[in-house]
């Protein structure tokens, strides 16, 4: 089921990228995915949230991103499940670490390479996390992960993308 599920993520987020490359599966760890995208020389460490809500306008998920072309190592992106609120910040809690995130729209991010590095290790040893900020309609967008296998997807995330150099 998981195994699909990613698939599916997989997918989707194949038909939004403006990039024609090819992806291969690295694995399955847990709740997390690893990927490769060769054309663009891109790998990423991949979750969806624990439950999602109906009629979704797109797939909310978690990311570890490595471009080795445009030096970017271990930047984590998320996809909210709904819009965020302007204004609204977006703190990412890892079991009892919280962070706040950079956030539009639809996305949240870690506000600088060292936040990025600080969330990797916080995501490499928890147990939970979560995404949480106010919808555009006001109420609580909150998307939780289980970390369980994050630590190695998002290894082998950064070792093939190291390689791939």
């Known amino acids: 089921m998981i195994m699909l599920r990613l698939l599916f993520l997989l997918v989707s987020i194949e038909l939004a ?3 024609a490359a090819q992806r291969q ?5 847990g709740q997390w995915g690893a990927f490769q ?7 990423f460490a991949l979750a969806e949230p624990m439950r999602q809500g109906r009629n979704l306008q797109w797939k909310p998920f978690a990311s570890i991103g490595y471009w080795p072309g445009r030096d970017a190592r271990g930047q984590v992106h998320f ?5 965020k609120r302007r204004g609204s910040i977006v703190l990412l809690r890892i079991d009892d670490k919280t962070f706040q995130l950079a956030g539009g729209g639809i996305n949240a991010w870690a506000p600088d390479a060292r936040a990025d590095a600080e969330i990797v290790t916080a995501m490499r040893s928890g147990i939970g996390m979560s995404v949480e900020t106010r919808s555009e309609r006001g109420g ?4 939780s992960y289980q970390l369980r296998g994050a630590a190695t997807a998002i290894d082998a995330a950064a070792i093939a993308c190291a390689s791939a150099r």
């Open 37 to 43: 995208e060769s054309g663009a020389n891109r790998c």
């Open 140 to 143: 609580l967008i909150r998307d």
């Open 79 to 83: 996809r909210l499940s709904r819009m």
């Open 17 to 19: 990228s403006p990039v």
């Open 25 to 29: 599966s690295l694995g399955i760890f």
